[in-house]
């Protein structure tokens, strides 16, 4: 019977191939999430139409926070995100929103983290809904009833879609390109969660911060060629950042002049040998704060004794989570590197 | 050992249904088995029950843990039962679903498809597992074209081709994910066995390929023990052995490839429970296929529990569980059933 049967069960099998070729790939056409079509901007608000009765008159109630108005945001994937009052049952998935949410002063209003999320210290007494490397726990995010779901660009497409797909409501806060974009993204935070003055305020004391430090390298004559390393595992070949990312955008604001900025892509490894040609003035050590590298431990290298930094001893350790994180914990970042670059304007 | 020998089909039954329980039971949200069960009931047409649950319940179970559920149970049934199958043709027992370069040409495709942007508009999310279907396919053509000599394709040059070319496939993949900065994390989470798309959606699918797929190879039990007499044998006693060698190639390779584009790389499974089955149930393969198709779904299901509580809330990558339970536990086994030789 073996026989007889085999070509029926290739024709099956190649029917069934047409047909789930369809089956498989039709249903998801108009569910495209990423990048797919934030062209066409607030040529009509999908704002709900409140039914006026709803609300009672204004019969003369002075009360005048009586109706909330919906808050209404185009979030970074284009899409328009309606939420009928402030957030209170917030879950973060970066590190970076965490932050931006407690520093709004409204931490309170953050249920659960995702698993990278460390600062500030009271957010780790937060529910950890994992991340990380693995995947998201959906299903102890979706016990916790959340309102508001902050996402950001670290977060794979295929989860924010997954998430809405279960009727929760994610906002996808894009990275912003430079600090005036921060500020923005401050703001619309400080819309979803009601905290519009704390934004305010904050912006101004961060503007103003980082207008002093800009004062302060206006005048800047020397500007000492900088290596942040990301990475040294490989000695020979460490990791660096490269130009448009916000470790060069921040050096060069600090008065430094990034050496990885001159390479071709965002993240990149430089050889050891480029390293000694270029002959960094600092080296910045971004992997002291998760690789346990020193100064001590940078200098034991083979070859690296040949760079100026290691030589005259400017080789510091650096908290690579105020640069690495699109958060208002840059502007600490951009502080913290402006003394290290000019140590002798800030006496 | 003998005793479990007796009933093979139901003690695999029982077993995969008591795995089904579990993984529909067992999560990092607590429901009680009394309401999993009103749930459960509740959903059948015809049926009315009073909710006294939360609705997150209903949600957690109909739109999370069934669905997953499903979909480990289907891409372990297809692993196992394709890793019988070439476990059979190749006459090899280290042949897995992966021997002639499935998981690398997915792989490639996929990582491909992330690295690129590929215009994510037409097909969406379903961008990475479309071209890791595509990649895992197109990689077995070629390595079938590459081995074949005449109208014959030998089974040693067919695994030499594939071992070769899965080589280049992994390198290329290598390559790409080095070049790639920003999803890393994906690629990565995808190489280790993770389903990045998640809801009813991927089982749909998935079950033409892996119907038709399996069901084909579970006709093919007969000439599988044909073939173990040798492919010169086989085609004296009347087997075309060229046609089966060709039919079970594309059975096992579609079902394969369709379960790996919806979760990730997944080792071991394939390798190791056609063997099981083997030392308790002999080598008969009209036997071992449906016995390995039951009990990959099972395997799999519980080396997902596993991943899903071993270290909550982190949900761990299932590639990295089934090598690190299964490893041990084929050992044991191995050890237990040594007085007899097995293959």
């Known amino acids: ?347 | 050992m003998t005793r479990l020998r007796a009933h093979p089909y139901l003690i695999n039954l029982v077993l995969l249904g008591l795995a089904l329980a579990l993984s529909v039971a067992v999560g990092s949200v607590f429901i009680p088995p009394a309401t999993l069960v009103r749930i459960l009931v509740s959903r059948l047409p015809g049926v009315y029950v009073q909710a006294d649950w939360p609705d997150t319940f209903t949600t957690i179970i109909q739109q999370i843990r069934l669905p997953h559920t499903f979909l480990i149970t289907l891409t372990g049934a297809a692993l196992a039962g394709s890793g019988a199958a070439y476990q059979g043709l190749f006459r090899n027992p280290l042949a897995d679903p992966y021997l002639i370069g499935v998981a690398s040409g997915a792989g490639l495709g996929a990582v491909l498809s992330l690295t690129i942007h590929w215009p994510s508009t037409l097909l969406g999310l379903y961008t990475v597992p479309a071209s890791a279907f595509i990649g895992a396919a197109l990689t077995v053509a070629i390595v079938y074209n590459l081995a074949r000599v005449g109208r014959a394709v030998p089974t040693t040059t067919m695994i030499l081709a594939g071992v070769a070319f899965s080589s280049f496939a992994t390198s290329l993949t290598s390559f790409l994910m080095f070049r790639s900065n920003t999803e890393l994390r994906r690629a990565l989470s995808w190489l280790l066995g993770g389903a990045l798309i998640s809801g009813w959606d991927p089982l749909l699918a998935l079950i033409p390929y892996i119907t038709v797929g399996l069901g084909s190879l579970l006709l093919s039990g007969h000439a599988l023990n044909v073939l173990q007499f040798g492919e010169e044998q086989a085609q004296q006693l009347g087997l075309p052995v060229e046609r089966v060698k060709l039919l079970l190639i594309l059975a096992a390779s579609l079902t394969t490839a369709a379960a790996v584009a919806f979760s990730g790389i997944i080792g071991f499974i394939g390798l190791v429970v056609p063997h099981v089955v083997r030392i308790f149930w002999g080598s008969d393969y009209r036997r071992i296929i449906p016995l390995s198709i039951l009990g990959g779904g099972s395997a799999l299901l519980l080396a997902d529990l596993l991943a899903r509580i071993a270290l909550t809330p982190q949900i761990l990558p299932l590639g990295i569980v089934t090598a690190l339970v299964g490893a041990p536990f084929f050992v044991w086994i191995l050890r237990q059933a040594k007085a007899q030789a097995f293959w």
């Not at chain 1, 009271?122 to 009833?145: F, H, M, P, R, V």
Request: proline share 9%; charged share 20%.
């Open chain 1, 1 to 347: 019977m073996h026989i007889m049967n085999k070509p029926l069960i290739l024709i099956l099998l190649l029917t069934a191939l047409a047909l789930s070729a369809c089956t498989g790939a039709t249903p998801v056409v108009t569910q495209s999430l990423p990048e797919a079509a934030p062209a066409t901007p607030t040529t009509e608000p999908v704002v709900p139409t409140k039914a006026p009765s709803s609300t009672p008159e204004p019969t003369s109630t002075p009360e005048p926070t009586a109706t909330p108005e919906p808050i209404v945001i185009t979030d970074g994937l284009g899409r328009e995100i309606v939420l009928e009052m402030p957030a209170q049952q917030i879950v973060s998935l970066a590190p970076s929103n965490t932050e931006i949410l407690f520093a709004l002063g409204a931490g309170s209003q953050v249920v659960a983290r995702d698993a990278f999320s460390d600062f500030p210290a009271e957010a780790q007494d937060l529910t950890d809904i994992g991340g990380g490397w693995g995947e998201i726990n959906t299903e102890s995010l979706l016990s916790l009833a959340p309102d508001l779901i902050l996402a950001a660009e670290i977060n794979a497409p295929e989860q924010i879609q997954a998430l809405e797909d279960l009727g929760l409501k994610v906002f996808y806060l894009a990275n912003p390109k430079e600090l005036e974009g921060m500020y923005d993204n401050l703001r619309i935070v400080a819309r979803l969660t009601g905290r519009e003055q704390e934004a305010e305020d904050l912006v101004a004391s961060l503007q103003t911060r980082v207008a002093a430090v800009d004062a302060l390298m206006a005048g800047v004559e020397i500007r000492p060629l900088v290596f942040y390393e990301l990475d040294g595992t490989d000695a020979n070949a460490p990791w660096t950042s490269g130009p448009g990312t916000f470790i060069d955008l921040l050096v060069e604001r600090a008065g430094g002049e990034n050496l990885g900025g001159t390479l071709d892509s965002a993240w990149v490894q430089i050889s050891i040998e480029a390293l000694i040609t270029q002959n960094p003035d600092i080296i910045l050590l971004g992997d002291a704060v998760w690789g346990g590298v020193t100064p001590e431990s940078v200098s034991a290298r083979t070859g690296w004794d040949a760079i100026a930094a290691v030589k005259n001893q400017q080789v510091y350790p650096f908290d690579d989570n105020l640069v690495s994180r699109p958060g208002p914990r840059m502007v600490d970042g951009l502080e913290a590197l402006a003394k290290l670059l000019h140590p002798e304007l800030h006496p």
